[in-house]
């Protein structure tokens, strides 16, 4: 039960770096069109 219990740890941590740099390594596109948003002004009375 201990070996299951560290095999599902390592595994947990192993996807936690994974996606970390894959975050980091990522090279994200920047936005292809402007968006823009009228708020109205009640909203911050």
Same mark, same amino acid.
């Given at each position: 039960?201990? &070996? %299951? $219990?560290?095999?599902? +740890? =390592?595994? /947990? %941590? +192993?996807?936690? /770096? *994974? %996606? *970390?740099?894959? +975050? /980091? /390594?990522?090279?994200?596109p &920047?936005? @292809? @069109? $402007? =968006? #823009? #948003?009228?708020?109205?002004? *009640?909203?911050?009375?």
């Amino acid at each position: 039960m201990k &070996a %299951l $219990t560290r095999f599902f +740890l =390592y595994f /947990a %941590l +192993l996807i936690i /770096a *994974g %996606l *970390g740099f894959f +975050l /980091a /390594a990522w090279d994200m596109p &920047a936005p @292809s @069109s $402007t =968006y #823009e #948003e009228v708020i109205p002004n *009640g909203r911050f009375k």
